[in-house]
């Protein structure tokens, strides 16, 4: 499976910005798909995740109300919608997919195939 992630960019604080996460491949059914980030010299941080069967979704309480993941039909596509974006959110934001159980959902390394980042710098 190939993921590729798009849609980070340079955006000040209050505005939102859209990032995709495209599956080659393998469709997303029966997967759950993650967003995580990571700050330059940190380690990963858990965003959102959404299971595929069922449309349960997941946020970090950091993210909680501000940050909303949709899917497509087509089951290749998942968007994370960011609004109220603050100088905080700012990270490179990678998408991942696997079959985590629910307790473990915000672990990175219950992911198996992950894409590359996408940078995402907001302004102060």
């Known amino acids: 499976v190939q993921l590729q992630a798009s849609g980070g960019g340079l955006v000040h604080a209050g505005g939102s910005l859209r990032l995709s996460c495209t599956a080659a491949g393998v469709p997303f059914s029966g997967y759950t798909v993650a967003w995580f980030r990571q700050i330059q010299g940190k380690g990963r941080e858990f965003v959102a995740a959404?299971?595929?069967?069922?449309?349960?979704?997941y946020y970090a309480n950091s993210v909680k109300g501000r940050f909303t993941l949709f899917k497509n039909n087509a089951e290749t596509t998942v968007d994370l919608q960011m609004n109220s974006l603050k100088p905080e959110d700012t990270a490179v934001y990678s998408c991942a997919t696997g079959r985590p159980i629910v307790s473990s959902i915000s672990s990175a390394s219950m992911y198996y195939y992950w894409g590359q980042g996408t940078l995402v710098t907001v302004s102060s």
């Open positions: 959404i299971r595929w069967t069922g449309g349960a979704t």
